[in-house]
């Protein structure tokens, strides 16, 4: 069976869709499926922002077939890895959960790099271009952390 993981934000244009793109293109297609989503349902059925196209772009990476979805209850059983980028997105999820199992899915992204830290990838929404490659490096990074975590397990278990 594929590892599930999804990536949260609130409008699911600019962050999410990024730290898609960047964890799908450092795992293999066969064991894992990365999807994103938002909180928030003010931009169901849009591209990624143009800016977010434009940096992943830059760095190689292809997000223009996204499309934003909200957050459901039912991805609490659908993903085993959910990550999000901000105090508010885990807020908003954790309310929805309705056991521990389900609690215990939920992680900041940032945690990765800093663990325990809860700190935030700022939302480069009302930013310029800078805010989104800053947003990029720290996805990047923390992506790494992620596909090396999950390879580890996987190999254990395989
Ligand atoms: P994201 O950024 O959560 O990284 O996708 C945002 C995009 C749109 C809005 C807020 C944040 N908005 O309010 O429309």
Redesign the pocket.
């Known amino acids: 069976m594929k590892t599930k993981i999804l990536m949260v934000?609130?409008?699911?244009?600019?962050?999410?869709?990024?730290a898609e793109g960047i964890l799908k293109s450092k795992l293999s297609a066969k064991e894992y499926t990365v999807e994103s989503c938002?909180?928030?349902g003010?931009?169901i059925g849009s591209k990624?922002?143009s800016r977010?196209i434009a940096i992943a772009k830059k760095h190689a990476i292809d997000i223009t077939d996204q499309r934003?979805a909200q957050f459901d209850t039912s991805n609490f059983k659908l993903y085993d890895y959910i990550y999000v980028?901000d105090h508010s997105?885990y807020e908003n999820i954790i309310k929805l959960a309705t056991n521990n199992q389900e609690e215990s899915k939920v992680h900041y992204i940032l945690n990765e790099l800093y663990p325990n830290s809860n700190a935030e990838?700022p939302?480069?929404?009302?930013g310029g271009d800078q805010g989104f490659e800053n947003?990029y490096q720290m996805l990047d990074k923390a992506c790494d952390k992620i596909a090396e975590k999950l390879n580890t397990q996987n190999k254990k278990t395989s």
């Open positions: 934000c609130l409008g699911n244009i600019c962050r999410s869709p990024l938002g909180t928030g003010y931009h990624p922002d977010s934003a980028m997105n990838v939302d480069p929404y009302y947003v």
